[in-house]
């Protein structure tokens, strides 16, 4: 277990390189246009993942509605947060959870919503590890007030997780046809899963 004193100073540096989600939208839009990715590496895979990836969130900053009720709980809450966001362009996951994270935090003034990249602060993730792997996206919930983390989330939504939890254990890898499935619950379920499970973050 990583020492408190060892966290506050990693979140601090990760805080320091931090972007607002708009930054990183439009950094990932030019990305686009120069056919290129965020993280270590470069590959042609990762550019197209880029590439599709944008159009994704920009159909979901476009579409995503949050219910009544949702809204509701979210403005009811009175406690300043940091939401810090650690992803990467290329990332299928991020692309779907990212807009969904970023329109409950406007809803309320007192979450400071701010992006990180993964590759970038591999020591901050290595402290929110997800079963050994460096999973994202992976949301930091830390209090203002006391600079201590409340809580986290990721890399995916809870029936997601256990899809892949229950596909792993019948086939032993994520292959390319559960990640298509995958797609397709993400955009039946329109993000509400995510809203439910983050409402539990307040």
Not at 47 to 65: E, F, G, H, P
Request: neutral net charge.
């Amino acid at each position: 277990m990583i020492e408190e004193s060892n966290l506050k100073a990693l979140l601090e540096s990760g805080l320091a390189k931090s972007m607002s989600y708009k930054d990183y939208r439009d950094m990932v839009a030019k990305l686009v246009e120069e056919n290129g990715t965020t993280g270590v590496n470069s590959t042609q895979d990762l550019v197209a993942y880029t590439k599709m990836n944008n159009s994704r969130m920009k159909r979901w900053d476009k579409t995503l509605k949050l219910s009544e009720d949702a809204v509701s709980k979210i403005v009811k809450n009175t406690k300043t947060m940091t939401w810090l966001v650690l992803t990467e362009s290329w990332c299928g996951d991020a692309a779907h959870i990212m807009p969904v994270l970023h329109k409950v935090a406007e809803q309320n003034d007192n979450i400071d919503f701010k992006v990180v990249l993964r590759d970038e602060n591999t020591a901050l993730i290595d402290a929110f590890l997800t079963n050994g792997g460096r999973s994202i996206p992976k949301l930091i919930v830390i209090d203002n007030t006391t600079n201590t983390v409340i809580d986290t989330f990721g890399p995916r939504p809870s029936t997601a997780a256990q899809m892949a939890i229950a596909y792993k254990n019948e086939h032993g890898q994520l292959t390319p046809e559960f990640k298509e499935d995958l797609q397709r619950w993400y955009n039946k379920d329109k993000g509400q899963t995510v809203v439910t499970d983050v409402l539990r973050l307040f």
